[in-house]
């Protein structure tokens, strides 16, 4: 009988203990069921655009319009920089511009006058070469004419001296005969009448000696002339030969002034641009955060002055292991729990994954070619996004705690 109450006794234990593992084995079971197709990290975090404001140029602070963690809009001002410096360049480089287009415009006038030029002074030389040349033939023959005059002027001298000296002689014979009355009074008077006549003759044949002869040095000095016509003329024709040349020049010198015009245009666009960096502007919509610029402060070209941080689009960078991604894709669903907003749970899905794990891109990545290897469990860092809607109230902000639970099916 004690035996068996002993039996009775113990088989209730045995019976609890069966439920426990029951219950064990049952609470496993759900929990492989509930986790099952899902991965779960806590090593992840909210991030966002974060836009660095610096100074685009260098100059004494005038006005700060924002303070740190104000909201601010895209394209309103934040700084303005002492512009005065800047609108100086601007006018003077707008004076240079004006200058150098002028400059452009009248090198370029230039190149149709030399073009027209160029063209007809090859013709005009030609022509002015041609009339030279008439005019050496009919120089040569002024002179061969004035030549052809001086010598039957000489011969006629020569004739005329002669008939002179034979007037003369008869003269002086027939004085003598006269004495002795064997001439006439008449016969001797006729013989002096002509050899006087003679004598005028002579003189007037030397006359004629003496204009050839000023005819002959006149045809020979426009002779001369000619010829000298003919080669300024030639050097006339090689000149305009090098019209080409000169137009080839002035177009060049046109296309220098313009360039030095474009130049000038782009000068005077820096200048502009310069001036409108002196006011700085916010490039997206944010909250002012790091704001390290004060007013008076001189502040130099690419000095940080502060950073704008996006909320409008935020997201979820979640450092998987590597164990874990054999079957997360993006597009899968998540559930992102924040523990700053009381645990508070946003919906969202994958978006991408890394192309190499976060150690790749630490300042010093590992070698494990090196040294003795530990194999360490990797982790990639994967984008998860927000679905529309999610934070109207911008409640997340970047750095914050982030449990992220992806369904990969």
């Known amino acids: 009988m004690a035996d068996q109450a002993g039996g009775w006794t113990g088989q209730p234990r045995f019976q609890a203990l069966i439920g426990v593992v029951i219950a064990i084995a049952v609470a496993v079971g759900v929990w492989l069921y509930k986790t099952a197709g ?66 452009a415009q009248a090198a370029q006038s230039n190149v149709p006058i030399a073009s027209t030029a160029a063209a007809g002074g090859v013709t005009n030389a030609q022509s002015t070469i041609e009339q030279a040349e008439a005019g050496i033939s009919e120089a040569e023959k002024g002179v061969e004419a004035a030549r052809a005059r001086l010598a039957a002027a000489t011969s006629r001298v020569r004739e005329v001296e002669a008939n002179s000296t034979r007037a003369t002689r008869d003269v002086e014979r027939l004085k003598g005969l006269l004495a002795k009355d064997e001439v006439s009074q008449q016969q001797y008077d006729a013989a002096v009448a002509t050899a006087e006549g003679q004598r005028a003759a002579v003189d007037t ?3 004629q000696v003496l204009e050839a002869e000023t005819g002959i040095r006149t045809a020979e000095s426009r002779l001369v002339q000619a010829r000298s016509g003919v080669k300024s003329a030639q050097a006339a024709l090689r000149s305009a030969e090098t019209g080409p040349n000169q137009v080839a020049a002035i177009r060049s010198r046109a296309a220098a002034a313009e360039a030095h015009a474009q130049q000038a245009r782009a000068v005077l666009a820096q200048a502009e641009l310069n001036l409108q960096h002196a006011t700085v502007k916010a490039p997206v919509a944010g909250i002012v955060s790091r704001k390290s610029v004060e007013v008076g402060q001189n502040v130099q070209t690419g000095q940080p002055l502060m950073a704008i941080i996006a909320l409008d689009e935020v997201w979820v960078t979640a450092n998987f292991k590597e164990t874990q991604l054999q079957h997360m894709r993006p597009g899968q669903r998540a559930t992102l729990k924040v523990d700053a907003i009381g645990g508070r749970e946003f919906n969202g899905h994958v978006d991408s994954i890394a192309a190499a794990t976060g150690a790749r891109f630490s300042l010093l990545p590992p070698e494990n070619a090196t040294g003795n290897f530990v194999k360490v469990v990797q982790r990639v860092p994967v984008k998860i996004v927000l679905e529309a809607g999610q934070d109207p109230e911008h409640l997340l902000r970047p750095g914050l705690s982030v449990e992220p639970t992806v369904y990969t099916r």
């Open 205 to 207: 044949a030397k006359s």
């Open 38 to 103: 899902r991965e779960t990290t806590d090593d992840a975090q909210v991030d966002a655009h974060v836009a660095q404001i610096s100074a685009r140029v260098s100059g004494t602070v005038l006005r700060v319009l924002v303070k740190d963690n104000q909201p601010t809009d895209a394209n309103a001002t934040l700084v303005e920089i002492d512009p005065r410096d800047y609108q100086i360049a601007v006018d003077r480089a707008r004076a240079e511009l004006l200058d150098a287009e002028a400059a």
